[in-house]
């Protein structure tokens, strides 16, 4: 017997991978880890693979430095037609590939962009990849076959195929990704070291610190790997903020030195501050919030609420009986507060309705 | 006849504070704008100031760099016994009173922990400092009556007194608020200045840059005051966030430029890497996310739905409705995907239980 696709590693991607395929062509699991491979099975995903069948795809959902010797072994052995992989770095996987295989024009590098900070088969999906882009990186010596074999696998997915020359992934991914882990990271360290000093500061905290640390909570092996292997692409950017921020630095050392006699100096650095504001405003603008689409194409409406149970419950429903159309909602904690603010989002053609409807159903609309 | 307190600024704070207030004492209004005092007064904010009635405390809620000649024409005019301001910045402040007014001890210093990314008496609401910090900086030379009457107004509207010496209260600021302001606007500027060269990079976004860069969206004029006033405070801090970053793109060209000769030093690199990204763990564990709780107090439910309105609402009726006391809320869309995950944040002890009867209820739990 032949397999349609044979998913080698069952972590996240791989398993969420085989639910995604289930049903529509036949699909053969494996991992080194027989605990991690009866969880993907216990789930429904596919059937395990014998280590002898043929397969017509092989997909490597392996960590970065696995693929490369995985591949090498494994094609030795004619264990598949075509091949890809789905690292979430391209560049360095490809040279290792190459280096490692000589020929490897059987094997197409992908990158589903999809994930979870979870990982494992736990946290598996059959729709994780539904919609996303799955970018497909060949390389110049990828085969037409093998391309096309990994395209339909996105395909089967649900997910949308892009090709893009692997250097150029590795940039999008370094900007929209890896840079700002390292930030996040970065700023969380320096709360580290100064909360470590000043402890009671961090009771002042609020949502901005919140959120922007979330990501530092990642898990430290896997970005490390990650970084490592994306290196060349996102050290220029680590680069690029480090001096916007030593530039802010050398402003807010400048005005609080500053004296009445050197006002003219004063305005010039106001001005230095306020520049680099205004195009966080711009820049924040061209990050798309949902669907391709940017904070403007919302409207908020904001509802006070008691911090007990049944609230935010009680919101939507009075939301969904006026026939409001939520697109996304977050949920304002602060510490010691004993209320909370929800804020629903809105398409604006809606805000008025939304509001006076809430209202209507006795909620406090703050604005 | 006398006021209880008399508010100078009726933007959201000032606005805010007169709502709280309301039916406790008596409250006149005050806004150099007659529009935004409009507004105020509309919402059932007290009443307006006849620009002549004494008052037994008042309140400057006013941008940073008008309160102390605010302060000292009305002071000289003897309007109120005792006076407090409520800044986000505290030394700069109480140093421009001194040098303005000479003898500032009627005058208390204070910063309520509270506010919005809105601005404005439309933004105001009755509950807004309910719970939360409220600092008090009372200067060596402020008066024991001005404190006591600052403290008192903060406990009418419901916030937690903290008395805290300026210095210390703007280096907390600087670290929770300020740092992270600066950091997510550098980062939306160089999202900005590479955006532009590969506009579709930016395609392949996801929720980590969303929050990452979300306060990068706020008032340049506002914080370019803020920053300027607290530059003594979130100098080094910044200094510091660059220097952690220099650090890291050091790492990363090492990485990039690696060769197999020089395992030893890449070894060495990588774990310069890791230790930032343990850092950054280490540090996201010290910011409070609720009521002064730790992630790490909350377990996360995952349910995917199709993204159309109605789902958020009958996930939270199946959370109501089988007693779950959800304590928190994120919805991840991403660009291009006909569904969303939402992540429930239950108390541990409740995670199965919620799983359970959200898989009964016929919704896709994904871990």
Do not use: Y
Request: charged share 20%.
């Amino acid at each position: 017997m032949t397999a349609d696709v044979l998913i080698v590693g069952t972590g996240l991607i791989g398993t969420s991978l085989a639910l995604a395929l289930e049903g529509q062509v036949d699909v053969a699991l494996h991992d080194r880890d027989p605990g991690a491979l009866a969880v993907a099975l216990g789930r429904g995903a596919g059937r395990a693979w014998d280590q002898h069948e043929p397969a017509r795809h092989a997909v490597l959902a392996l960590p970065l430095s696995a693929i490369a010797p995985t591949f090498v072994v494994l094609h030795e052995r004619g264990v598949a037609e075509t091949w890809s992989h789905v690292a979430s770095t391209q560049s360095a996987v490809q040279r290792d590939i190459e280096t490692c295989a000589g020929d490897a024009s059987v094997l197409c590098g992908s990158h589903p962009m999809a994930g979870s900070e979870r990982n494992g088969p736990d946290a598996a999906s059959a729709t994780l990849f539904a919609g996303r882009p799955w970018v497909l990186c060949p390389s110049p010596t990828t085969s037409a076959s093998a391309l096309r074999a990994t395209r339909r696998l996105a395909k089967l997915a649900g997910a949308d195929p892009v090709e893009l020359p692997a250097a150029q992934h590795d940039l999008a991914v370094a900007l929209v990704s890896h840079l700002p882990q390292v930030a996040a990271s970065a700023l969380a360290a320096v709360v580290l070291a100064e909360g470590r000093k000043n402890p009671a500061s961090l009771d002042l905290s609020g949502p901005g610190l919140q959120d922007s640390t979330r990501i530092a909570a990642s898990d430290p092996a896997l970005w490390t790997e990650i970084l490592g292997h994306n290196a060349r692409a996102v050290a220029p950017l680590v680069r690029a903020l480090a001096d916007e921020l030593h530039r802010a630095a050398g402003v807010l050392d400048g005005l609080a030195a500053g004296t009445p006699a050197a006002a003219g100096t004063a305005e010039a650095l106001t001005s230095g501050l306020r520049a680099l504001l205004v195009s966080g405003n711009e820049g924040r603008r061209l990050v798309p919030v949902k669907h391709g689409e940017h904070d403007s194409a919302f409207a908020v409406v904001r509802v006070a609420v008691p911090d007990r149970p049944g609230q935010l419950a009680g919101v939507f429903v009075a939301a969904a009986e006026a026939g409001i159309n939520v697109e996304d909602v977050r949920v304002e904690h602060l510490a010691g507060r004993p209320r909370g603010v929800i804020e629903l989002l809105v398409p604006p053609s809606e805000s008025r309705q939304a509001a006076a409807a809430l209202t209507a159903a006795g909620w406090d609309v703050v604005g």
